[in-house]
């Protein structure tokens, strides 16, 4: 925590900002990464978005307000950035939004970046299937082991609700793995 409140500091002053901000990219990006890839599922859009949310974070970092943790702070950034990217996307294309997730799905067996086996496909198209809220309850909380608490300051809602959907998405998937043979 002393940590966390040292480079806050630092990122918050001019004369260290650009020191600071250089070690919170190193310490912080490949987990960002991951987060964001799993929203978006392209490795070049991960890469787009990655790099628009250090810009944002990097543009706000006076703002934070202490409330949340720094890393709570940017998770709800890269968020937030990939749902816009891919709601953008979607608008683009003139299609739904989960219509475009599948297309996305669609598209990992082609992936020179996705080294997962069939199985993995699977779950991937089974989150795919999910509305948004509940794939990154379940992204987060399966994945990326956050404690609900964690996740309830990244996601502003309650723990209870957080409960709720993802165990609803545990079930949905289950059923389309059930499904899907």
Do not use: C
């Amino acid at each position: 925590m002393t940590d966390e409140i040292t480079l806050i500091d630092k990122l918050q002053q001019p004369q260290t900002k650009e020191v600071a901000f250089k070690h919170l990219v190193s310490h912080y990006k490949e987990r960002l990464y991951w987060h964001i890839r799993k929203i978006v599922i392209s490795h070049d859009d991960a890469d787009d978005v990655l790099q628009n949310t250090f810009i944002k974070i990097f543009k706000n970092i006076d703002s934070f307000k202490r409330d949340s943790k720094l890393y709570s702070w940017m998770y709800r950034i890269a968020t937030n950035e990939s749902i816009t990217f891919i709601n953008k996307r979607a608008k683009e294309k003139n299609i739904d939004i989960s219509d475009y997730q599948q297309v996305l799905i669609s598209n990992f067996d082609s992936d020179q970046w996705f080294s997962g086996d069939e199985i993995q496909v699977i779950l991937q198209k089974a989150i795919a299937t999910l509305p948004q809220k509940q794939q990154l309850v379940f992204n987060m909380k399966y994945f990326d082991e956050m404690k609900y608490e964690e996740i309830s300051d990244i996601l502003e809602t309650s723990v209870g609700a957080l409960k709720a959907s993802y165990h609803i998405a545990a079930k949905k998937i289950e059923q389309f793995i059930k499904n899907y043979n």
